[in-house]
């Protein structure tokens, strides 16, 4: 049965080239879209088909890799070979990740058929979503880190085409400078900042094979295990894969590409930049659980990293006026609080929460696609206000998403961010101090999920009737958007804590797989008893809290808004300005490196030193070849005495030598 | 009598040869002075022969003779249509293949 893994790789990848090939002349928007979304259709089947086989195995068989060819295979023997197969590992974890990638996926790409209709570049735009769920399910299913670099790299790639795939039109960059910027831009900026976690992850692999003399996880993960803690090249190791996951999942330093990733089409942003690529560098953590399990100052680097940009991001999604960028920062903010779970060792809830997430994110983006598509290409959530009456099936689904990520129960949103609450109250390397930040987090969600909520669906109508003419997405979006609604309310259900009556399937499900972190970190269970209630009932008082005052300050007394915006203004500004980050980064390096490229680099050393030696060289070959041409003269008597003399030369030479 | 004079012989008409094609200005000497050369060697390959009891080395000299008949009915052609073109054969004339 795992013998089928691979063709849940192949379909995407057949998709992608036929639509690649022949798309251009098929001309069939209809076409286009049954083929691209059945694809990944056809793959989530096979998916189900495994998890169902798998959950009739004992746990401790529940794991296959296929091996389809070797990729580099050193000559066998050799002091320092490393071999790496494409191999295909399908386990509970990456089975897990591939039903949400291509679950999640199908859903996004039958909402994009309707999204997308008449887009001229409606087969690219499919061609580009195969290929990305096609390099996700390698970073996902790959059985080593080389193969999973390679899916690493591909949905990094498949970001850049589709955040820049408008590539004639302009976005708003907002804060501090407001203005228009190619959307081009943008995809640059998502690739180059990437870049920077690449060369972590790249160097990570390096010292993987120095230490442990393979790159496939088994034997890597293996090796592992035996080694003491806390020694200097595992802490350099997880460091640098965690700038990996830094850059991949957008945290500090590296999330200033995710908001201006928005640039791209909507459903594109649910796909990539909230459901399935940005937990990339969860997953990665958490495959790697080991690892960090050996490494605790990486583990502590990780929490605090991850508390911090929860509680940034949050900050500044409570005053930005797009909806998408709203959406953007709460999904950095979210992912930090995967990341505060895989510091606490808490892997199973950041696992949780992966899942949870990609349900009401993928819901509340491609909602804000509905609006976007329903307004004429508005984003403004300013200037929109009252369209749950123009809008019902968008308005009830999204605010079942908001609902959810708020963290009410029995929505998802509610079981998994609590289970992170609670281990980073609970475990070992959990402190109160990442508690507090995470619960203030999570009110401030609360604050401006549902400020977006009432800003866009409730109140006045605030936009121009004139211009725009609010109306209902086509069933192609709106059944995607139910199917994920319902997803969002029973979704937690998977993972309900024993002290709610629940039997925590998910984490039994992915016991066997952080097993061994949990030894080497001699964790223990905490039943916490009275405090674990107290704080889950804590938690969800300041989800409430949050919602009620997004309601007083945006519903019942508007005017405070105002007040507080002039009160605060200097908070405010910063927030608005996203703490000048971009700004820092544009100063520290984008126009130091510019500036050093043009002095340095560009006038300095390639004008005055290359070209001066470049064409010194020529000018000297050609004062010597007009000395040397001479010897030509064209009297063929005189060759025929240098050729004697060359004769009686090599005679003399072979007589006395 | 030995093998000797034989080659004695076939080297001083080798030098010859190779005096007349670098010091003699009428390209018509200098191809009678390269055919020198060519049957100077034909010698020395007969004397071989016959000396080593081999036929081989005659065998050689037909393809020799054979092939500097050609030659020379080819040499000959590109004189005269040298001298048609700059009515001489004098090979200090002759020098525009050059730099």
Redesign the interface.
């Known amino acids: 049965m795992f013998s089928f893994a691979p063709t849940i790789v192949l379909f995407p990848l057949l998709g992608f080239l036929f639509l690649g090939l022949f798309g251009a002349r098929l001309r069939n928007e209809k076409l286009i879209g049954i083929l691209g979304s059945g694809t990944v259709g056809l793959s989530f089947l096979v998916a189900v088909a495994l998890f169902i086989h798998m959950l009739g195995l004992e746990p401790d068989q529940r794991k296959g890799i296929v091996e389809l060819f070797s990729w580099i295979g050193t000559f066998t023997g050799t002091a320092s070979s490393v071999n790496v197969s494409v191999a295909y590992q399908v386990d509970q974890l990456s089975i897990l990740m591939t039903l949400v990638v291509t679950g999640v996926g199908f859903l996004i790409h039958v909402y994009s058929i309707g999204y997308m209709h008449g887009d001229p570049g409606f087969w690219r735009f499919f061609t580009y979503l195969n290929l990305f769920i096609f390099a996700m399910l390698n970073l996902v299913l790959a059985d080593n880190f080389l193969l999973m670099f390679l899916g690493w790299e591909g949905v990094g790639l498949c970001s850049y085409l589709l955040i820049g795939f408008w590539y004639d039109r302009k976005f708003d960059v907002g804060g501090y400078a407001p203005g228009k910027a190619w959307t081009n831009d943008a995809a640059k900026k998502a690739f180059i900042v990437n870049r920077i976690g690449d060369f972590g992850f790249l160097l990570a692999m390096f010292l993987i094979v120095v230490q442990f003399e393979s790159l496939s996880f088994d034997a890597v993960f293996g090796r592992a295990s035996v080694m003491t803690p806390g020694s200097d090249v595992m802490i350099w190791i997880t460091l640098l894969l965690f700038l990996g996951a830094t850059g991949k999942s957008a945290q500090i330093p590296l999330f200033v590409w995710l908001p201006d990733a928005m640039a791209g089409p909507t459903p594109v942003s649910a796909l990539i930049h909230a459901a399935t690529m940005v937990t990339a560098g969860v997953y990665m953590v958490a495959r790697c659980s080991i690892l960090f399990a050996l490494a605790p100052a990486t583990l502590q680097v990780v929490a605090v990293i991850g508390a911090l940009t929860a509680i940034m991001a949050a900050t500044i999604g409570l005053v930005q006026n797009d909806i998408k960028k709203v959406l953007a920062y709460s999904t950095v903010s979210q992912l930090g609080y995967m990341f505060l779970a895989m510091g606490v060792a808490a892997f199973t809830a950041g696992i949780f929460h992966v899942v949870t997430h990609a349900f009401f994110k993928a819901l509340l983006f491609l909602g804000s696609g509905a609006v976007i598509h329903g307004m004429h290409d508005e984003q403004d959530i300013q200037k929109m206000g009252g369209l749950k009456k123009y809008l019902p099936v968008t308005y009830k689904t999204f605010l079942i998403g908001a609902i959810a990520i708020a963290g009410i129960p029995p929505f998802a949103g509610f079981f998994s961010k609590d289970e992170i609450l609670w281990k980073a109250f609970s475990s070992d390397q959990g402190s109160v101090l990442l508690w507090a930040i995470a619960a203030a987090g999570a009110g401030m969600t609360a604050f401006y999920m549902f400020r977006l909520v009432i800003l866009t669906f409730e109140g006045k109508e605030r936009f121009d009737h004139h211009h725009a003419h609010p109306h209902e997405a086509p069933k192609t979006m709106t059944v995607p958007l139910i199917v994920l609604a319902f997803l969002s309310v029973v979704g937690g259900f998977i993972g309900v804590p024993e002290s709610l009556m629940g039997g925590n399937a998910l984490e039994h499900w992915l016991e066997p797989i952080f097993a061994p972190a949990m030894t080497a970190l001699r964790a223990t269970p905490h039943h916490g008893g009275i405090t674990e209630y107290l704080l889950m009932a804590l938690s969800v008082g300041i989800a409430v809290a949050g919602i009620y005052g997004a309601h007083t300050v945006y519903m019942k007394r508007q005017e405070l808004a105002d007040a507080w915006r002039s009160k605060y203004r200097r908070i405010y500004q910063v927030l608005w300005n996203k703490y000048y980050v971009d700004e820092a980064y544009d100063a520290l390096f984008v126009r130091s490196t510019v500036k050093a490229s043009e002095t340095v680099l560009w006038k300095g050393l390639d004008v005055s030193v290359i070209d001066r030696l470049v064409n010194a060289s020529a000018q000297g070959v050609a004062w010597l070849s007009s000395k040397v041409?001479?010897i030509?003269?064209?009297?063929?008597?005189r060759y025929?005495?240098i050729f004697?003399g060359g004769i009686v030369l090599v005679l003399f030479w072979l007589m006395f030598k | 009598m030995g093998i000797q004079l034989y080659l004695y012989l076939s080297a001083i008409l080798f030098m010859i040869g190779v005096v007349g094609v670098i010091a003699r200005r009428n390209a018509i000497i200098v191809f009678m002075s390269i055919e020198l050369m060519l049957n100077s060697v034909n010698l020395t390959l007969v004397a071989f022969s016959a000396f080593l009891g081999d036929v081989t080395g005659q065998m050689l000299v037909f393809f020799v003779m054979t092939v500097a008949a050609a030659e020379a009915a080819i040499g000959l052609a590109i004189i005269i249509s040298l001298f048609r073109n700059k009515q001489t054969v004098n090979l200090d004339e002759i020098n525009i293949l050059k730099w």
């Open positions: 041409r001479l030509q003269s064209g009297f063929a008597q025929a005495t004697v």
